[in-house]
Nanobody, 115 residues
Framework: QVQLVESGGGLAQAGGSLRLSCAAS????????MGWYRQAPGKEREIVAH???????YYADSVKGRFTISRDNGKNTVYLQMNSLKPEDTAIYYC?????????WGQGTQVTVSS
């Protein structure tokens, strides 16, 4: 079964850090673009960070300088290091794998930042 499983979410205080992981199983994702998205209550899902299979990286303006996306193809895993967290970072964070002909979402992990 092909799936993406996120982990590492939880409760953090403002200014704190969390590290999210997205482990892929069932196929190798080294040739896929990987992204982190988030959805806050009452809001649409938005992109947070994206890393291509050639390791080009994009960050949303709201997280630039605070979040870092990386991938370990040997472990079939993508990470999101989140520093200097803000209450507005509170959301469900989703991992996505994509190519020109394929896409797969994880089930999401909750991140809550208290002020």
């Amino acid at each position: 079964q092909v799936q993406l499983v996120e982990s590492g979410g939880g409760l953090a205080q403002a200014g704190g850090s969390l590290r999210l992981s997205c482990a892929a199983s069932g196929r190798t994702f080294s040739n896929y673009d990987m992204g982190w998205y988030r959805q806050a209550p009452g809001k649409e899902r938005e992109i947070v960070a994206h890393i291509t299979w050639t390791t080009n990286i994009y960050y949303a303006d709201s997280v630039k300088g605070r979040f870092t996306i990386s991938r370990d193809n040997g472990k079939n895993t993508v990470y999101l290091q989140m520093n200097s967290l803000k209450p507005e970072d509170t959301a469900i964070y989703y991992c996505k794998a994509s190519s020109t002909t394929y896409s797969l979402w994880g089930q999401g992990t909750q991140v809550t930042v208290s002020s």
